[in-house]
C-alpha cells in the first residue's frame, strides 16, 4: 500500500490492520471483536474504532460484538445501517438545509437519511407557528408529527421496508393543490451526467413528483454520493437549484456545477463563512467560488 509521507508509523499499521480486517469479512462474511483482537495482539477498544472508521467509510457494517459484510448484490443498504454513515457530515448538512427554511413555508422532504437529519434540525430549531412539511419518509413523519408549530403531510402509497418509505403515485395528486417553497433531496447518486439519481425506480418516481412541484431543488448529498452512478435519474443537473454537501466534495465536480449557475454550499468550518438572508444560526459554509 502506498502511504504518505506525512503519515506516522501508528497510522500505517492501523490502515494496514484496517485493510486486514476488511478483507478477513468479505471472505468469512462476519467477525467477532474478540477473534480480531486476538489476531492482531490489539486491545477490543482499538478494533472497534477500526470498524467504526470502516463502517464510517461503507466497507462494512457493526453489528452487537462485531462486523458483517455488506451485501453489494442489493441495489440500496437498509435505513437503519445508511443513518450510521457519514453521520457527522449528515449532522452539518442537515443543519444547513433547516437554516434555509422560513416560517410559513410548505416544504417536502424526501425518505433519505439526510433529510432526517434536516427534520431533527428543524424540530431542534424551534420557533415554528405554520411550517408545513411534505414527506414520503416514515420516520421523518413520526420525528416531526405533534411537535408545536409544524403540519406533517404524508404522501400515500406502499411502504418499503427497506428505505422506510411511500412510495406510488397514491400521493401525486397532492402537490397540485398546494404551493411548495422548497424541496429537501438526497440521493444514491450524484453525476453531472446523469443529476440525482436514487436506487430503485419506485423511490426516483416519487422523487421527480417533488421535484415538478417544488419552486426550489436542494441536494444533499454528502461527498460519498457525488460522481457515482445510481440507477434512476429523478432530477437532471439542470434543475438543481442549491446543492449542499461536506468539505469532501470533489473540486472538479463543484467547479463545474458553480459555472453551470448552481449555488453549491460546501458547509464545515471556515475562516470566511457566508451568511445568508434566509439563514437562521446554522453551521458555516462556504459558496463555491464562480
Same mark, same amino acid.
Given at each position: 500500500?502506498?502511504?504518505? #509521507? ?8 492501523? !490502515?494496514?490492520?484496517?485493510? &486486514?480486517?476488511?478483507?478477513? *469479512?468479505?471472505? &468469512? ?15 477490543? $477498544? ?17 453489528? &452487537? ?16 445501517? !445508511? ?24 416544504? $417536502?422532504?424526501?425518505?433519505?437519511? /439526510? ?19 411534505? /414527506? ?10 405533534? &411537535? ?10 406502499? $411502504? ?39 436506487? /430503485? ?13 417544488? !419552486? ?12 457515482? #452512478? ?14 449542499? /454537501? ?11 456545477? %458553480?459555472?453551470?449557475?448552481?449555488? $453549491?454550499?460546501? *458547509? ?17 459554509? %462556504?459558496?463555491?467560488?464562480?
Amino acid at each position: 500500500m502506498t502511504v504518505p #509521507a506525512s503519515a506516522s508509523p501508528g497510522d500505517v499499521f492501523a !490502515r494496514e490492520r484496517q485493510e &486486514h480486517i476488511v478483507r478477513i *469479512v468479505d471472505e &468469512h462474511g462476519r467477525v467477532r471483536v474478540g477473534d480480531l483482537a486476538a489476531r492482531f495482539k490489539v486491545s477490543a $477498544v482499538t478494533i472497534r474504532k477500526d470498524l467504526i472508521g470502516l463502517e464510517t467509510d461503507g466497507r462494512l457494517i457493526r453489528t &452487537h460484538g462485531g462486523a458483517i459484510a455488506i451485501d453489494r448484490s442489493r441495489p440500496e443498504v437498509a435505513f437503519d445501517i !445508511r443513518e450510521r454513515l457519514q453521520a457527522d457530515e449528515k449532522l452539518v448538512i442537515g443543519a444547513a438545509g433547516a437554516a434555509l427554511v422560513q416560517d410559513g413555508e410548505s416544504i $417536502v422532504m424526501d425518505a433519505s437519511t /439526510t433529510a432526517l437529519s434536516v427534520a431533527r434540525q428543524l424540530k431542534a430549531r424551534g420557533g415554528w407557528s405554520q411550517l408545513t412539511i411534505i /414527506t414520503n419518509g416514515l420516520r421523518i413523519a413520526s420525528e416531526l408529527a405533534g &411537535h408545536p408549530g409544524i403540519v406533517v403531510l404524508m404522501l400515500g402509497g406502499r $411502504v418499503r421496508w427497506e428505505a422506510l418509505s411511500v412510495v406510488g403515485q397514491l400521493g401525486d395528486g397532492l402537490f397540485s393543490r398546494i404551493n411548495v417553497q422548497k424541496a429537501f433531496l438526497g440521493a444514491a447518486g450524484f453525476t453531472i451526467e446523469s443529476g440525482l439519481a436514487d436506487a /430503485t425506480d419506485e423511490e426516483a418516481q416519487i422523487k421527480r413528483s417533488m421535484v415538478a412541484a417544488a !419552486r426550489e431543488v436542494i441536494a444533499i448529498v454528502d461527498r460519498t454520493k457525488w460522481e457515482r #452512478a445510481a440507477f434512476a435519474t429523478f432530477c437532471p443537473t439542470a434543475k438543481i437549484d442549491v446543492v449542499l /454537501t461536506d468539505r469532501g466534495a470533489p473540486a472538479g465536480m463543484v467547479a463545474a456545477l %458553480t459555472a453551470r449557475g448552481i449555488d $453549491v454550499r460546501i *458547509v464545515g468550518k471556515s475562516s470566511e463563512p457566508i451568511s445568508d438572508a434566509s439563514a437562521g444560526a446554522g453551521p458555516d459554509f %462556504t459558496r463555491a467560488a464562480s
